[in-house]
């Protein structure tokens, strides 16, 4: 899905597959056993705060679907302004 408000994605890149850029709905295809496929997405903050984003993989062959989501979390605080010590 996109992005939670608050962050604003600047690039995106997959190693396999093709994603949306407007929904941010990636398809990797087939992921064969024992491999992997790699989203990288580099995001600007658009505001100071807590921002949650999430992830989820939907897959009809996947025997273990418990470990098909996750969900983290990143803090913006606002830059130090003139004089101020980068902490």
Sequence with gaps: GALPAGLTATNVTVSQGAINQTTGAW???TINRNNTATLTLTATATQTGSQTYSAAVASAND??????AASGTVTV????????PIC
């Design 63 to 68: 025997p273990v679907a418990s470990n098909n």
């Design 77 to 84: 605080t606002p830059a130090p302004g003139p004089g101020q």
């Design 27 to 29: 398809n990797a295809g």
